[in-house]
Structure formats: structure tokens, C-alpha cells
């Protein structure tokens, strides 16, 4: 199976501040990598998908970029309702898995 | 609007078998896939199997023993039956509409196993 490795496990940041999440995958993954938000206590809501492709109503202010086995998740001028849980996963290689996550708070 | 509702038992005894629902609206069964993925308390989701649009299936081979994914088109329903629970199948189980990437999710239930 295809290991996702996110960074940093959890992240303090304040408001207006550009926060960046790391995953890195144990091998080539071909853009093959959504992000996802999670708010306590809901469903994981998708970001960002192949990669770099905003998903449907989902503001600008995030954004995806990487390559190979290095991806990235950018959030522009972090807002108040942008705390929560982060996750990437794969999707070139059976099986589909998930990273660890990265919990953003406020500072 | 598309949207997914999982239903099932919340507590399930340990060696029994869970059964959930899926039932979709917005959308085709026909033309998407449905994926099942459930996530412990406070870690990462796990990717379970998948209904494919064309009737075929795929499993997690982590689970693959033990789990079945079956639909019913007629009433835009995916069934998930899992064996042989144990605690450590115990946390929030989800289905998603499956484009690859996991589109729309359902809000989830969540299942605990014990006695």
C-alpha cells in the first residue's frame, strides 16, 4: 500500500496568516492526491483534487500544488472558519489511503 | 442536489455482522461510483471498497475478507455488510460518491462494537 505522510500533526496560526500542509507519499502518485476538510463532529468536505483543482464552491484562498511524491496544501489569509482537521489522500494506487491529518487551531 | 444518508444499527456485538445503507439522491448509481470509508475517533479515514457505476466491486485487502458491497438501483441504495466485528472496528462509517476523489459524503454513523 501507498504510505501518506502529512506534516506538521498539528498547526497553531493566526487570522490572516498563510499556512501550508505538507504530504509526502512513499512513492510516485501522479497528481493522483485530493485534500479534504474536516470541522468537528461533520464529514470530511473535498478541497482540492488532482493535485491542484479547486473543488466546486470552495474559496480561493486554498489552493494545491506538488508533484511526484511531494504535495502541498496552501491556505491564503486563514480565517476563523478554516479550523480543522486536514487529510490528504492518494487515489493512483489501490488501495485509495488516507493521511494521518493535521489539526489547525488559532493562536 | 446530490446527497448520500447512511442508516444501520449504532452498537453491534463483538463476531457479529454489520449491515448499513447507503441511499443516494441527485444522482445515477449508474453513472457514479459509491465508495465506503470509515474513520476511528480522532484519525485518519480508511478507505473500505467501492461500488463501481458498472455494477463491479473493489476492496480494501485489509477487509476484503470480511466485507461485502452490494446496490440496489432500483432504490438508489449501496449495502455495506461487514463480518467478524471487533472493537477495533468501532468508530464513524461513511459512504461517498466516488469520482476517484470523494466528491459528496454522507454524515456518517457511527458504529460501536462491544458487549
Known amino acids: 500500500d501507498i504510505q501518506m505522510t502529512q506534516s506538521p500533526a498539528s498547526l497553531s496560526a493566526s487570522l490572516g496568516e498563510t499556512v501550508t500542509i505538507e504530504c509526502r507519499a512513499s512513492?510516485?502518485?501522479?497528481?493522483?492526491l485530493a485534500w479534504y476538510q474536516q470541522k468537528p463532529g461533520k464529514s470530511p468536505q473535498l478541497l482540492i483534487y488532482n493535485a491542484n483543482s479547486l473543488h466546486t464552491g470552495v474559496p480561493s484562498r486554498f489552493s494545491g500544488s506538488g508533484s511526484g511524491t511531494q504535495y502541498s496544501l496552501k491556505i491564503n489569509s486563514l480565517q476563523s472558519e478554516d479550523v480543522a482537521s486536514y487529510f490528504c489522500?492518494?487515489?493512483?494506487?489501490?488501495?485509495?489511503?488516507f493521511g494521518a491529518g493535521t489539526k489547525l487551531e488559532l493562536k | 442536489q446530490v446527497q448520500l444518508k447512511e442508516s444501520g444499527p449504532g452498537l453491534v456485538q463483538p463476531s457479529e455482522t454489520l449491515s448499513l445503507t447507503c441511499t443516494v439522491s441527485?444522482?445515477?448509481?449508474?453513472?457514479?461510483?459509491v465508495s465506503w470509508v470509515r474513520q476511528p475517533s480522532g484519525k485518519g479515514p480508511e478507505w473500505m471498497g467501492r461500488?463501481?457505476?458498472?455494477?463491479?466491486?473493489a476492496y480494501n485487502s485489509a477487509l476484503k475478507s470480511r466485507l461485502s458491497i452490494s446496490r440496489d438501483t432500483s432504490k438508489n441504495q449501496v449495502f455495506l455488510k461487514m463480518n467478524s466485528l471487533q472493537t477495533d472496528d468501532t468508530g464513524t462509517y461513511y459512504c461517498t460518491r466516488d469520482s476517484h476523489y470523494f466528491d459528496y459524503w454522507g454524515q456518517g454513523v457511527m458504529v460501536t462494537v462491544s458487549s
Open positions: 512513492e510516485d502518485i501522479y497528481n493522483g
Open positions: 441527485g444522482f445515477s448509481l449508474t453513472s457514479y461510483s
Open positions: 489522500q492518494q487515489y493512483y494506487d489501490y488501495p485509495d489511503t
Open positions: 461500488m463501481w457505476y458498472d455494477g463491479d466491486t
